[in-house]
């Protein structure tokens, strides 16, 4: 959570939302990838941490499926970023704060667990929650 909290910051810089993005290989220790939210920097409105974590990690693999691997992330997942991740395939996911307004993973809406679907991996909640929190909270109180 660490590397996911450095990448949230490193979107600051470009004037983006601190959210920070790390996948982890199977191994749970080699990263694969990071990313952080770039939709200001980018124009692109899918440029979230965890899709372009996602992608990277693809590309890093040559392969869409990333079964065993951990999306670590700041924040709770979209329902965009929450339908990235059951997609692909991940294993796990790991994210610090909740997001009351728009989370998918637990929240306000469930995606990630709901047995309709053919993939739920497991998610993990809470981990560094106040030191991520913070981080956002700082960034639009400065807005």
Known sequence: MRLA??????AVQGGDVPVGAVVLAPDGTTVLAAGHNEREAGGDPTAHA???ALRRAAAALGAWRLAG???VVT???????AGAIQQ???DRLVYGARDEKAGAAGSLWDLLRD???NHRPEVIEGVL??????LLTAFFRDR
């Not at 909290?5 to 490193?10: G, H, R």
């Not at 924040?75 to 970023?81: I, K, N, S, V, Y």
Request: glycine letters at 0%; aromatic letters at 0%; one cysteine or more.
């Open 5 to 10: 909290l450095d990448e949230a910051t490193a």
């Open 50 to 52: 965890e899709v372009l």
């Open 69 to 71: 691997c951990t999306l």
């Open 75 to 81: 924040l709770e997942p979209c329902t965009m970023c």
């Open 88 to 90: 692909s395939r991940v």
């Open 115 to 117: 047995r309709r679907l």
């Open 129 to 134: 929650a106040e030191e991520c929190a913070r």
